[in-house]
């Protein structure tokens, strides 16, 4: 077990660092004061990340009835929170499709997967009604990072990870057992190596266990159910029938109704519907 935690842990050391422009972005945005402008200038910096950032605000899914031109003129019209959520869907995505070793379909399906849990933890985040949804999308985005290393540096050991959850464990006990940290802790210490704030690490690392979060519990609790529903929707399941064990508390801390999030189904097609062209262009 002590091998296999090793090397995680290098691999995380080693491992290609989001662009300097998503870092440098959510940095600037933990700031009080900041306005739209100051990350535009930060933007323009990479034309890769500016023109994808535009394709994205030009898709259907925002619903703009002229098209949006320049990246200012996108700022204004989003506001801080929605432009650094789409600097990090951007980022993110050429990460997850362009992460070597990992096999296309495999790497195409995490980040579809994680596209619907930012999508529905930011639903969620509007029932919930005191959680920003653009922070939830962005915890959600990235809550299941951890999953890209372990498909890259520990597929060797996914049947003995299967095994243990053939003996009753839940995958995340499995994770633990075989590896000697499971795919959320993964996903924390990666985010500390990008220094994203202890805020989004915080999510990242207890999204299965939100009655653990220290900063936000709330948050921690509305990407746990996002991921849920993603789950549901995606296998035809109910909600118990989760891979990783549905955290009950998490709505009583919320507030949220186990049945409101059980006919969540309709609302997460139709947002996936009208994001279909924001996922293809992200």
Request: charged share 20%.
């Amino acid at each position: 077990m002590g091998k296999h935690i090793q090397e995680i842990l290098t691999a995380i050391k080693s491992l290609e660092p989001l662009p300097q422009v998503a870092t440098r972005v959510v940095e600037i945005a933990s700031h009080d004061d900041v306005i739209p402008r100051d990350l535009v200038t930060v933007i323009e910096t990479d034309a890769a990340v500016t023109a994808k950032v535009l394709k994205l605000c030009n898709s259907a899914y925002y619903g703009f009835r002229r098209e949006i031109g320049s990246l200012p003129e996108a700022a204004n019209l989003l506001g801080v929170s929605t432009l650094v959520n789409l600097v990090l869907t951007s980022c993110s995505g050429r990460y997850f499709r362009d992460y070597g070793q990992v096999d296309s379909t495999t790497a195409m399906h995490l980040w579809e997967e994680s596209v619907v849990d930012a999508i529905a933890s930011s639903l969620i985040a509007r029932l919930e009604g005191q959680v920003d949804k653009n922070r939830a999308y962005t915890a959600g985005l990235l809550q299941n990072v951890g999953h890209l290393v372990l498909a890259r540096y520990a597929r060797a050991t996914s049947l003995l990870v299967q095994a243990e959850v053939a003996r009753g464990a839940t995958l995340l006990e499995a994770e633990t057992a075989i590896l000697g940290l499971n795919h959320a802790e993964i996903g924390a210490r990666l985010a500390e190596k990008w220094n994203f704030s202890e805020s989004l690490v915080d999510p990242i690392r207890h999204h299965h266990a939100p009655e653990l979060a220290q900063l936000d519990r709330r948050l921690a609790c509305v990407t746990h159910l996002g991921e849920v529903v993603t789950h549901s929707h995606l296998s035809g399941n109910g909600l118990d029938e989760n891979p990783y064990k549905l955290c009950e508390q998490a709505f009583t801390i919320t507030g949220i109704k186990r049945e409101t999030i059980e006919t969540m189904g309709d609302v997460l097609s139709a947002e996936l519907t009208k994001a279909r062209d924001f996922l293809l262009a992200a």
